[in-house]
């Protein structure tokens, strides 16, 4: 384990960062600053950015070897950044190819996004809602990612800002709503909801299906499987919940999945906001 009396000191250290591949939410960010903290790194001297998928570190160069071998066993990518250049560049986003499967991944997103919205009204389901929710918010962070290849962290950290408000403003609505329904239940077309469901399962893999080809090493191709997991598992619990109505006759396992992922997608929205102005701070 490094020394943390020499990781402790952090006040005349410069800044060291890394571009991390991978990320997902919020809770990846906090797994990854226990893993630099398990060795011996302050709290203080590791931030992680859910806006920017950028950490940082305030330690000393030597330190950096048992640093980066700690943060490297929870499976996501990292690569130095070693100027403001390196920062603003990334060579599998250059890439033709990769832009044009990302367009797919956005595009299959926020598509299916939107038409599971209307299937959430049509069949009654909070869950469905809230699922389509996670589905327009993924396309959004993709196409805002997209637009942002190039730009400074400055300008990264403010489309985060903007991306971040935007979806809390939407998981909102679909919690307020769900708060709404809650009293005065309504059962939802369990068959509906379900078929929804599944749908969604095979939405999430075929926008995985256009990334694998750029897969580079282990920790890429978790990445890739990473940013579809929350999915699969909001699509699972959908179904499950369709099967649940049925079986117990009620609405109230319809609004008890649309709380929690409405409650996981605000808070990401607001991790996201609050990395963003973080991020903003630093950059200014």
């Known amino acids: 384990m490094a020394n943390t009396e020499s ?7 410069p800044p060291l960062r ?3 591949s991978g990320m997902d939410c919020a809770k990846d960010a906090a797994q990854i600053e226990r893993a630099a903290q398990s060795a011996g790194v302050a709290p203080d001297a590791v931030k992680v950015s859910a806006a920017t998928h950028i950490m940082t570190l305030k330690v000393p160069e030597a330190s950096l070897p048992e640093i980066e071998k700690a943060v490297e066993t929870t499976g996501y990518g990292f690569d130095r950044i070693e100027s403001d250049e390196d920062l ?3 060579a599998a986003h250059q890439d033709p190819g990769y832009r044009r499967a990302l367009w797919i991944v956005v595009i299959l997103n926020v598509g299916y996004g939107v038409l599971e919205m209307i299937g959430g009204f049509i069949a009654g389901s909070q869950a469905v809602k809230a699922d389509a929710l996670d589905f327009i918010g993924d396309g959004a962070i993709t196409f805002l990612g997209l637009l942002a290849i190039g730009w400074s962290l400055l300008w ?19 919690f307020g709503t769900t708060i709404m329904r809650a009293f005065e239940p309504t059962t939802p077309d369990a068959t509906l909801m379900g078929l ?37 598992i909001g699509n699972a619990a959908v179904v499950v919940a369709a099967g649940l109505v049925v079986w117990l006759g009620s609405a109230w396992p319809d ?7 409405a409650g996981l997608f605000l808070h990401s929205s607001w991790s996201i906001i609050r990395d963003a102005r973080s991020d903003l701070k630093a950059a200014a």
């Open 88 to 90: 603003q560049q990334s």
């Open 18 to 20: 890394y571009r991390v």
């Open 255 to 261: 609004l008890i999945v649309a709380f929690g992922i």
């Open 196 to 232: 929804l469901g599944l749908i969604a399962l095979v939405i999430n893999i075929i926008s995985v299906l256009p990334l694998l080809h750029y897969r580079k090493g282990d920790a890429n191709m978790r990445a890739v499987w990473l940013f579809s997991r929350n999915d699969a």
């Open 156 to 174: 990264r950290a403010r489309s985060a800002l903007i991306q971040g408000i935007f979806l809390a403003l939407l998981g909102l609505g679909v």
């Open 7 to 13: 990781t402790g000191s952090t006040a005349d250290t």
